[in-house]
């Protein structure tokens, strides 16, 4: 990471993900296929850094929340929430996400709880901007990570 930084490449790369993502969800699966290229990385960082500029409270001031994974692979998961008022977040991120269990994608039981102030509802992953139906106190690990090793999750209502 020594190199300069070619930034008319990385805009006109995020300019054509950018046109290409506005029919719905990105193809971060087809990123994910060619990550040697950067563009996956290049896309997560943009969308994290315009959720940042969104929500600058939820960042200077949120209050941090670890959240302890339960389950078979629950030291495969590192999750933590923040809050600030009626703003909420989860990152969720995979340990080790090359390694595969024989069972299916591998997560059998494991989730990670709610935070303590968050309610159960719809809440959607800014980084492929799927939703997930939570019903109860936590969220399976399946579901935060069907596609991507990272997921971050934010109430539907902040959107």
């Given at each position: ?14 300019d ?24 996956i ?14 929500f ?42 090359g390694?595969?269990?024989e ?25 492929d ?31």
């Amino acid at each position: 990471n020594r190199r300069p930084v070619d930034y008319a490449t990385r805009k006109k790369l995020l300019d054509a993900m950018d046109a290409n993502g506005r029919s719905g969800r990105p193809d971060l699966a087809s990123l994910l296929e060619t990550w040697r290229d950067g563009r996956i990385k290049l896309r997560i960082v943009a969308d994290l850094l315009a959720f940042r500029s969104r929500f600058p409270e939820l960042f200077a001031q949120g209050a941090y929340e670890a959240l302890n994974a339960s389950g078979v692979q629950a030291e495969r998961i590192c999750a933590f929430a923040r809050g600030q008022g009626d703003l909420a977040m989860i990152v969720a991120a995979s340990l080790f996400p090359g390694r595969q269990t024989e069972t299916g994608q591998g997560w059998e039981d494991s989730a990670i709880p709610l935070p303590s102030a968050a309610s159960p509802g719809t809440w959607v992953n800014i980084l492929d901007r799927t939703e997930i139906q939570v019903t109860d106190a936590s969220i399976s690990a399946a579901e935060l990570f069907p596609v991507l090793p990272v997921a971050v999750l934010v109430p539907a209502a902040m959107l």
